[in-house]
């Protein structure tokens, strides 16, 4: 598995009980909470839950959440998938670059191509989708340049402390990429 998983610019790895602090940063953030569409802050002990059973296929709980390691070994974010469909054979992905300084270094393209290959090749996954606010041009850019095709608006979809904003669905068939 370690083939898909890596390459010579990142390493896409599991979950550790290590990463504990790095978690509860990202997902009390409130600048991310727009896209997660996250409400109310995480505790230790419900993300020790989630750590714990993160060892859990994916076929019975549906996601999965792999770490984004430099090949110097710095954490710099994280790449889920999730609403994993094996009968009608998709999956949603997410992908978060926490810090700035991290950003534009092509990290989030080297794990989104991994985990492209990852879906097609052993999950055998027939499409991948995103749904990106209409007003993230940097993430709508990154899944384009994978192949992702926009497939749809949703109109007012998000409410945001700016407004109700856009959202984009976004599709990578699997006979796309052959």
Same mark, same amino acid.
């Given at each position: ?6 390459? +010579?610019?990142? #390493? ?10 790095? &978690? ?6 409130? *600048? ?13 002990? /419900? =993300? $020790?839950?989630?750590?714990?059973? $993160?060892?859990?296929? /994916?076929? +019975? ?10 090949? *110097? ?34 990290f989030a393209s $080297?794990? &989104? ?21 209409? #007003? ?33 669905? =976004? ?8």
């Amino acid at each position: 598995m370690t083939k898909y998983l890596s390459n +010579e610019l990142i #390493t896409l790895r599991a979950i550790e009980p290590e990463d504990i602090d790095l &978690l509860y940063a990202w997902e009390n953030d409130p *600048e991310l909470w727009e896209v997660s569409h996250t409400l109310v802050p995480y505790s230790k002990y /419900i =993300l $020790a839950l989630y750590i714990k059973n $993160a060892d859990r296929d /994916i076929y +019975e709980t549906k996601q999965l959440r792999l770490m984004i390691d430099t090949r *110097e070994g710095k954490t710099v974010g994280a790449i889920d998938l999730f609403d994993f469909e094996p009968y009608h054979s998709r999956v949603g992905i997410g992908l978060l670059i926490h810090a700035q300084e991290d950003r534009s270094k092509g990290f989030a393209s $080297a794990a &989104l191509e991994l985990i492209v290959g990852y879906c097609f090749q052993k999950l055998n996954v027939h499409q991948l989708y995103a749904n990106i606010q209409t #007003t993230n041009q940097i993430s709508l850019q990154l899944f384009k340049k994978q192949g992702f095709n926009p497939c749809g608006t949703k109109k007012d979809w998000l409410r945001t402390d700016s407004g109700w904003q856009d959202e984009v669905m =976004l599709q990578l068939i699997v006979n796309d990429q052959l």
